[in-house]
């Protein structure tokens, strides 16, 4: 165990979790130099971050959702690179879909054992509208599961609550019009699905973007176009199986930037969190974050040290 100082960021909901307490506990006894702070609400993780940075803190931990994560990623890109401690994950929220796809530990003693030890790895974030995200956006389908899924129901079933609003609302879900450009193409035809993945699942285990690595300076894009009949929900579901290139309903691909513009507002979940716009920019920014992450972590195309 490395005796640098580390610094869990812990969302308030899951503050009172006896296996994080014992777990940290038992991190401590065993020599971690290991802190807690503990969020009230939303822009409090924003700000600890400055802070602990100010503070000398080398490894910071995200103790929560994939909110929480985000809302670190958004607080670490505030501060010179120079100056941004790495980021590990505590999973602790319903979906963990960063931490799942990156092969984080869910069990807390070993999800912070990683974090204190692991060898931080460079990786890339992904800017949007203004926004930084780790992981991924989704528009469509399953960003609209992700954003209106109650908590309590999300908790009590787990990644299970996804699909099962995703089923009920697929029988009133509303293509979104927009043109969509990238420096290889465009699309102007009607979205019903769409994500810009930096990570590789998002909505509780979607794996959108089976291909995606952290650390090839990619956005790795998900186009699925609207589909009017059986037959094309059919083609569109095959479709989805291979991510053919250029399908007649799929698009998936590789690029470094994608712009979207409408006349109406697209909600687009950022790393589970909602968000809407009529215009926006997607980049990838490579190298900006060093992460904490297993050693064989499968978002990684180079081994540790590289
Ligand atoms: N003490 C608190 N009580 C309630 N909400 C909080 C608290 N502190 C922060 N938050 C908010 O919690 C949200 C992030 O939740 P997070 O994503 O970590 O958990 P989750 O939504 O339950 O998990 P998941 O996204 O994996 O389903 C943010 O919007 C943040 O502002
Ligand atoms: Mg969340």
């Given amino acids: 165990m490395t005796d640098d100082r580390a610094r869990v960021i812990l969302n308030g909901k899951s503050a009172q979790i006896p296996e994080v307490r014992e777990a940290i506990k038992a991190l401590r006894k065993a020599g971690a130099n290991l802190e807690v702070r503990v969020t009230w609400e939303a822009g409090d993780a924003l700000r600890f971050c400055a802070e602990a940075s100010r503070e000398g803190v080398s490894r910071l931990i995200a103790g929560g959702g994939d909110g929480t994560v985000n809302e670190l990623v958004n607080g670490l890109m505030q501060l010179d690179r120079a100056e941004r401690p790495a980021l590990g994950v505590l999973p602790l929220g319903s979906a963990n879909d960063f931490a799942n796809g990156a092969g984080i530990p869910l069990e807390p003693r070993l999800a912070l054992a990683l974090a204190l030890e692991a060898s931080p790895r460079w990786a890339d974030v992904v800017c949007l509208g203004g926004q930084y995200y780790l992981n991924m956006a989704s528009c469509g389908f399953g960003a609209e599961v992700t954003s209106s899924t109650p908590k309590a129901m999300k908790r009590m079933l787990g990644g299970g609550a ?68 059986l037959s094309g929900l059919r083609q569109a579901l095959d479709e989805l199986a291979a991510l053919p290139a250029c399908g007649d309903y799929v698009n998936y691909f590789q690029t470094t930037r994608l712009r979207f513009d409408s006349d109406a507002e697209l909600p687009l979940t950022l790393d589970g969190e909602p968000f809407e716009w009529k215009h926006f920019e997607a980049e990838v920014l490579p190298g900006e974050l060093a992460l904490l992450l297993p050693a064989k972590c499968p978002l990684m195309s180079l081994a540790p040290g590289c």
């Fill in 162 to 229: 996804y699909s099962l609003m995703g089923a009920l609302q697929a029988w009133r879900y509303q293509p979104y019009q927009g043109r969509l450009s990238w420096p290889e193409g465009e699309s102007d035809a009607p979205l019903f699905l769409l994500a810009i993945g930096n990570g590789c699942q998002a909505g509780g285990g979607q794996r959108l973007a089976p291909s995606a690595k952290l650390d090839d300076g990619l956005l790795e894009v998900l186009i699925v176009r609207d589909f009017e009949s």
